[in-house]
Nanobody, 115 residues
Framework: QVQLVESGGGLVQPGGSLRLSCAAS????????MGWYRQAPGKQRELVAG???????NYADSVKGRFTISRDNAKNTVYLQMSSLQPEDTAVYYC?????????WGQGTQVTVSS
């Protein structure tokens, strides 16, 4: 069983930055694809950014140029650097690990963008 623990969320003013972290237990992290998702109140969960085991990345159009996903396999950790945050980025952010048919979610971390 893989456990994912997110951290780094909080309250930030519009235009500010935050870095989210997601630490994974176990030994499959380096072989797995990782993703950051978010869910705002009343909305469906959506993919924000993904990174393959080989480091290839993809982003939702709404965050391109503002968010950067990265991973450190030595630390079993995936990051989401978020810049130029806007109120519409307010959501609970979740990380997800995928390897073949196996998937695991973290518990989520709240990001609130407000003045």
């Amino acid at each position: 069983q893989v456990q994912l623990v997110e951290s780094g969320g909080g309250l930030v003013q519009p235009g500010g930055s935050l870095r989210l972290s997601c630490a994974a237990s176990g030994s499959i992290f380096s072989s797995a694809a990782m993703g950051w998702y978010r869910q705002a109140p009343g909305k469906q969960r959506e993919l924000v950014a993904g990174i393959t085991s080989g480091g290839r990345t993809n982003y939702a159009d709404s965050v391109k140029g503002r968010f950067t996903i990265s991973r450190d396999n030595a630390k079993n950790t995936v990051y989401l650097q978020m810049s130029s945050l806007q109120p519409e980025d307010t959501a609970v952010y979740y990380c997800k690990l995928e390897l073949g048919r196996f998937a695991s979610w973290g518990q989520g971390t709240q990001v609130t963008v407000s003045s």
